[in-house]
């Protein structure tokens, strides 16, 4: 297993070795790291040793054009892209590349994985058949990835999609689950096995304000806070943002903030996933979009550029399964994100 995590000086060190991105201000600051605002992202895909390949020499390609942010799950692909993911940073770190201290790793876990069931899950623990968060569950699924990856510590490890239980479980006995959760992860974290945790969803945080399905961030700050005091580790959350999804942004649900301003307050780093929301964002757009953005060439690159453009996104992840997909998404980073005044026109009509 590689040793480290990364660090200030090493991701910035990343940085300085591509200024003409840096120049068009595509690396920014997360939690003291300087990230790339494009990140990989490895869920599709079958899981076959072809697919396995092309992520590999995906991740690489990503990472030699100035991409250092990296996000997979033991669920995806059956721990596959896990471990592609793991043999693409390890070829990168021997060949001299890369270094560890440079490149942020992200995982998740939540959901049962076949091979990577513990053994003595409590059925208690168990909601739908199908997603546990106990703090037994979350060490042995947190040593499977540290394995699958070959890293000793991992960079930021999500609960994933924990709104999942809601459907089982009312949100006095979520809520105490997930200070169980935090507080796992606190101990983790101390033991140099993780150095950030957060939580990675799909529509918690996108429901509106009273809704039974929703997550309060307010709430699981207050959590963290009590699980880690004032120097807790919660200090990420991932969520789709794109064209289509724009709640977290827009919607004032979070005690009368967004969530992106929430997270802000709070000193919590926002991850967009679902950038071109599956590729179904890569064609047919206004065109008024392209009027907007005449530096970019394709409907998926806007759609790229007006997520990482977003007032509160720090990295914007967009799945590339190919090092095709890798060069297209790269060109982005010699373009300068929106000014603020650009992207809030985008809500408006065009005079």
Request: net charge neutral; hydrophobic share 40%; with cysteine.
């Amino acid at each position: 297993m590689y040793s480290g995590f990364a660090n200030p000086e090493g991701t910035a060190r990343f940085a300085s070795r591509f200024p003409r991105q840096t120049a068009a201000g595509f690396f920014r600051q997360a939690q003291g790291l300087t990230v790339s605002s494009l990140g990989i992202g490895t869920y599709l895909g079958n899981p076959d040793d072809a697919t396995d390949s092309s992520y590999a020499a995906s991740v690489s390609r990503a990472v030699r054009g100035g991409i250092n942010f990296i996000d997979t799950s033991l669920n995806y692909r059956n721990q596959r892209s896990e471990i592609s993911a793991g043999a693409a940073l390890h070829g990168l770190f021997d060949s001299g590349t890369a270094k560890r201290d440079e490149i942020v790793v992200a995982t998740k876990a939540g959901y049962l994985v076949p091979n990577a069931v513990p053994a003595g899950l409590r059925k208690a623990d168990l909601m739908g058949g199908m997603h546990c968060m106990a703090p037994e569950f979350l060490v042995d699924q947190l040593e499977r990835s540290r394995r699958n990856l070959g890293l000793e510590t991992i960079d930021i490890f999500y609960l994933h999609n924990p709104e999942t239980q809601l459907a089982e479980v009312q949100a006095d006995e979520f809520y105490s689950r997930i200070r169980e959760a935090f507080i796992a992860l606190e101990g983790l974290a101390r033991r140099g096995m993780l150095r950030f945790y957060g939580t990675a969803t799909w529509d918690g945080y996108r429901r509106p304000a009273g809704d039974r399905a929703r997550i309060s961030l307010t709430r699981l700050v207050q959590l963290a806070e009590d699980a880690g005091g004032p120097g807790h580790r919660f200090r990420f959350i991932q969520l789709p943002f794109n064209l289509a999804m724009t709640e977290a942004y827009l919607d004032k649900s979070e005690e009368g903030r967004s969530v992106m301003e929430a997270a802000r307050v709070a000193g919590i780093d926002v991850v967009g996933s679902a950038s071109i929301l599956q590729a179904r964002l890569a064609r047919g757009l206004p065109g008024q979009l392209a009027e907007r953005m005449p530096d970019t060439r394709s409907d998926a690159q806007r759609a790229l550029q007006f997520s990482r453009s977003t007032p509160g996104i720090a990295v914007s992840l967009v799945g590339m399964s190919t090092p095709a997909h890798v060069e297209e998404n790269l060109e982005i980073a010699a373009i300068c994100p929106l000014a603020e005044t650009s992207f809030r026109d985008l809500f408006s009509p065009q005079s």
